[in-house]
C-alpha cells in the first residue's frame, strides 16, 4: 500500500460550498434575458444568473466568517444552471462570467488567502459536448463511437440515437441498464441528457487527464469529483492522481462518496472523501426524534441515534481511513443533493448549533453549504438550491454569529484540527457525549505546534446536566478547568472532570487554565 500524504492546508482548512448560479450575481457580469427571479423558489430548469464576479464581491463575506477555501459546483459551460451537464470543459461558463471573470475571483481569493476547489464531472458529459454531437449527427460514420457506450446496431441500421426522447414514453429514468436499449447509448442513471463517457478509449482517458493538468495549471488548489465510483477503476484514479500531483503536489483530491470509501483512500487515489457518514450520524444524533426519516439522501436511511450509538458510530468513522485521509476528510452538514440541515431536522436551530460545534471540533475540513450559517432552508433539489438573500434582514443573525464563533475557536486551537481524538463518554439517559482533542507534549509535531487539549461535551438532551465525565490522564491532578465556548466551571478531582449544569441544547469546550 502506498503511503497517504495529504495536503497539509486541508488539515486547517475551513470549506464554503458554492452552488454558483444561486450565490451572487454582480452588474459587471452581462445577463440572459430570460432568468428566474432571485429571490422565487427555484425550479429545476430556470437560471437565476448567480456568476463568479458576484463571488468575488463578497470574498469579504466569507473572510470575516472564517473560511479558507472555496468548493463549487461545476463552473464550466453547460445548458444547465447545476452545470454536471458539461458542453466544453476548457470554457468557463459566460453566464458566470467565462475565463476572465474566474481568473479575476481566483486571484483575488488566493490574495485573501483562500483556496478555491472546482467540481470535476469526469463520468459523464452532456448532449451538447462535441463529441457526442458528432455522433448525433454522423452516426455510424462519426469518429467518435469510441468516446461514449453507443449501441452500434441501432447505428448500422440507421437507427437514431434517441436523444431527447417525451416521458410520455414511461421510460424508467432511474434504471442504468435501460439505457442503452432505450436511448441507444449508456446515460448516467438513464438521464438522456448525460451519455457516460468511455473511459476505457484512450483518448478519453487523456481529454480528461488534460483537463484537470489543465485547471491546475490556470491556478485552482483541487478536485471535488463527482460519482467516481461509477469510474470503476483503479489504473484510471491512479492515473489522475499522478498528473494532477505532478503538477501540484498540494492539489486536493476530494471523491463524491456516500457510503465506506476506504478503497479510495489507499495513498494511490484520491486524499479524502465528501464525509456523508460524518453527516449522517450528525443528523442521527443532534436531529434526534425531530429528524425527518421519510428522506433518504444518497438512498440512505436517516434515524434517530442515541448517544452511546452516536459514540460507536464515530468510532467506526475514525476506524475506517488512515489517519492521514481522516485529517483531510470534507465534513459536511448540507449539500447541494439533500435536504438542507435545518430542514431535515423540522428547523430545530439548536440542532443545528451543536452539530456545527461538533463539526468544528472533529477531525478533517468542516464545509459549511452556502447558508446554512444565516439559516437557509430548503427541501430535496430543487429546493435545497434557493439563492443565497443578501438581504441581511432576512438572516439570521444569532446563527451567524454562532457559526463565527465555532469557526474562530477551531482556527485558534491547533488540537481542534490535527490532535487526536478521545472517547470520553457517552450518556443515553441524558444525551451526554463528551469527547477531547489532544497534542501531546511529549509527541513530535510536523509544524511544531505546543502540546494543547481539549475536552468537548456537548448536551443534546432537554435539561441541565452537571458535569462529571472520566478524565484519565487528560489533565495534572485536580487541574482547574475554563469554558472556551459557554460559562461552565470545571476541575479534575480523582481523574475525572466534574463542574457546574451545562445546559440543555449547548456546549463547553474545556481546557487548563495553565495551558
Known sequence: MTELVTPEWVKDAIFYQVFPDRFAKSNRVEKPANLEPWDSAPTTHSFKGGDLMGVAEHLGYLKELGITAISFNPIFQSASNHRYHTHDYLRVDPILGGDEAFRELLDAAHAKGIR??????????????????????????????????????????????????????????????????????????????????????????????????????????????????????????????????TANPEAYIVGEVWGDAARWLQGDQFDAVMNYVFNRACLGFFGDQKLDTSRRPGGYHLRPLRASEFADQIDDLLDLYPWQATLAQLNLLSSHDMPRFLTLVQEDKQALKLATLFQMTF???????????????????????????????????????????????????????????????????????????????????????????????????????????????????????????????????????????????????LMAHDA
Open 116 to 245: 478555491v476547489v472546482l467540481d470535476g464531472v469526469f463520468n459523464h458529459a452532456s448532449r451538447g459536448f462535441y463529441q457526442f454531437q458528432q455522433t448525433l449527427e454522423n452516426g455510424i460514420d462519426s469518429p467518435y463511437l469510441d468516446w461514449f457506450h453507443f449501441d452500434e446496431e441501432r447505428l448500422q441500421a440507421k437507427n437514431q440515437l434517441d436523444a431527447y426522447p417525451g416521458r410520455e414514453r414511461g421510460i424508467n429514468f432511474g434504471r442504468r441498464e435501460d439505457s442503452l436499449r432505450e436511448l441507444g447509448y449508456r446515460a448516467w442513471f438513464q438521464l438522456p441528457a448525460l451519455p457516460k463517457f468511455n473511459t476505457e478509449t484512450e483518448a478519453v482517458r487523456r481529454f480528461i487527464f488534460g483537463v484537470a493538468s489543465h485547471w491546475i495549471g490556470f491556478g485552482i488548489d483541487g478536485w471535488r469529483l463527482d460519482v467516481p465510483g461509477d469510474i470503476d477503476d483503479d489504473v484510471f484514479w491512479r492515473e489522475f492522481r499522478r498528473i494532477v500531483k
Open 363 to 509: 477531525p478533517g475540513a468542516p464545509s459549511i453549504y452556502y447558508g446554512d450559517e444565516i439559516g437557509m432552508v430548503g427541501g430535496p433539489d430543487p429546493d435545497c438550491r434557493r439563492a443565497f438573500p443578501w438581504d441581511d434582514s432576512r438572516w439570521d443573525h444569532d446563527l451567524l454569529h454562532f457559526f463565527r464563533r465555532a469557526v474562530a475557536l477551531r482556527r485558534e486551537h491547533p488540537a481542534l484540527r490535527r490532535g487526536r481524538y478521545i472517547r470520553l463518554h457517552a450518556d443515553d439517559e441524558h444525551a451526554i457525549y463528551a469527547f477531547a482533542r489532544q497534542i501531546s507534549p511529549s509527541l513530535p509535531s510536523s509544524d511544531e505546534i505546543d502540546g494543547e487539549t481539549l475536552v468537548v461535551v456537548l448536551n443534546n438532551g432537554p435539561r441541565a446536566w452537571k458535569v462529571d465525565i472520566p478524565a484519565e490522564e487528560l489533565f495534572s491532578h485536580e487541574a482547574s478547568l475554563h469554558d472556551l465556548w459557554g460559562s461552565t466551571e470545571a476541575h479534575v478531582v480523582d481523574e475525572r472532570i466534574v463542574g457546574t449544569d451545562l445546559q440543555a441544547g449547548t456546549g463547553a469546550v
